[in-house]
């Protein structure tokens, strides 16, 4: 699976090879089975009456897990995936049909360059997050660019520019998914922060644990520095856990010190062969934040058992709240005289939370809707409104500074400040 994953993402802007073209019906490209014909053809042919006046006409570069993610985020949403570019011309035919796209793209360029896609979202390995997002900017388009925004701070800091130039020229959108703002509960912890129903914060403290990456045995493209960034573990993950606790809590860490580990100091890749690891596997760090809070985090993609684990806690002077994203359904809240599990349920939420909680209490929602409520926000916002807490380009630079301060730190020993 490691080696097919990179030739799915990797190979999105790769030189296309020579077009095979598939059997036609109706003098349309056909993909599917004999019984299930499925109508796919290159973006520049569609019809435009196929296509609303106006909406949410998204292209997709990249066409692996996460691709999947926002092509149902993208239907959900109400807006047409027009286009995708994926390997080469047969392999985004292939990957048209299955995310359900109208058609595809030979190669990354020709996607942007296409009249009928408003926003690129951009779903490849993070080397290629930069030069695309630079491109599709120029090409005057929306953006939804995967986190890290960019491989290191200068980058992040020049498509920062680039979209704050572009939304006071035209308005335009720029968004990074830090998708797990949008669970309902999480909404229902940043507003009770904010009401002052937690007091004054205290202790903020948590971590993010995985176990994908627990044995020598286990490789993936954002093991290798070249695709990935220098910084694996804090970059794919602890930037989340950073902008879930900032943006709950309204407060930033100032200062930190970090240790970073590479439990496996050599992995074996598709090829069989054992390769020397340069990216951490864990991070530990301690921080304090301008709100005068303390706190630490652990972040692993080694922790044998944790999937995908979340979790968050936050102490007041008057409560605590913890949020765990595997049981995403509940918010623990502390006091001194009692302690109490609210529930999902759209009818006892602040209006804050009760707007993302799209289904009735008593049935789950997950991963999944977070997606699907950001990119209604994103839609939303490219049409002139303003959704509270769409994390933006400039959000996506928050987690780069962050990230070279974590770097900075493990490499000196020493406590260091945090850019602003």
Not at 25 to 36: F, H, P, Q, S
Not at 176 to 190: D, Q
Not at 265 to 288: I, K, N, S, W
Not at 376 to 388: E, K, Y
Request: aromatic share 6%; proline share 5%; charged share 20%.
């Amino acid at each position: 699976m490691r080696a097919e994953e990179v030739a799915r993402d990797h190979g999105a802007v790769t030189a296309p090879a020579p077009r095979t073209e598939p059997s036609s019906l109706n003098g349309r490209a056909v993909v599917g089975t004999a019984t299930t014909p499925v109508l796919v053809h290159p973006a520049s042919d569609l019809l435009p009456s196929r296509l609303p006046a106006a909406g949410y006409r998204a292209g997709i570069i990249g066409t692996g897990f996460i691709g999947e993610v926002h092509a149902r985020a993208i239907r959900t949403a109400g807006g047409d995936l027009v286009s995708v570019a994926g390997i080469d011309a047969p392999g985004a035919r292939e990957a048209a049909a299955d995310l359900g796209a109208l058609g595809y793209a030979a190669t990354s360029q020709e996607l942007i360059d296409d009249p009928d896609i408003d926003v690129v979202h951009i779903c490849t390995p993070n080397f290629l997050h930069v030069p695309l997002a630079t491109a599709a900017l120029a090409a005057g388009k929306h953006v939804v660019c995967e986190k890290p925004l960019a491989m290191d701070l200068e980058g992040a800091i020049a498509l920062a520019g680039l979209a704050e130039e572009a939304a006071a020229t035209d308005g335009r959108v720029a968004v990074v998914p830090f998708a797990y703002r949008f669970h309902p509960m999480v909404r229902e912890a940043r507003a009770r922060v904010r009401s002052g129903a937690v007091g004054t914060i205290s202790l903020v403290h948590g971590s993010y644990l995985q176990d994908w990456l627990l044995r020598a045995s286990d490789d993936n493209w954002r093991v290798d520095p070249a695709l990935g960034g220098a910084s694996r573990a804090f970059g794919d993950i602890g930037s989340h856990f950073c902008d879930l606790l900032e943006f709950t809590t309204g407060q930033r860490i100032v200062r930190l010190v970090a240790q970073t580990a590479t439990i496996n100091a050599e992995r074996t890749g598709a090829d069989g062969r054992p390769a020397a690891v340069r990216t951490e596997d864990a991070v530990t760090l301690q921080y304090e934040t301008d709100g005068g809070a303390l706190g630490s985090a652990v972040i692993s993609q080694v922790s044998a058992g944790r999937k995908n684990r979340l979790f968050l806690e936050i102490s007041g002077s008057e409560s605590t709240l913890a949020f765990d994203q595997e049981g995403p359904e509940t918010l623990w809240e502390g006091r001194r005289d009692t302690s109490r599990l609210l529930i999902r349920d759209p009818e006892a939420l602040t209006p804050e939370a009760a707007r993302y909680s799209r289904l009735p209490a008593g049935h789950p929602q997950g991963y999944q809707d977070c997606f699907n409520a950001l990119v209604g926000d994103t839609a939303a916002a490219i049409n002139g409104q303003t959704p509270d807490g769409l994390p933006t380009f400039a959000d996506g630079l928050r987690a780069a500074r962050l990230a070279e301060a974590v770097a900075r730190s493990a490499r000196t020993g020493t406590w260091v400040e945090v850019g602003a």
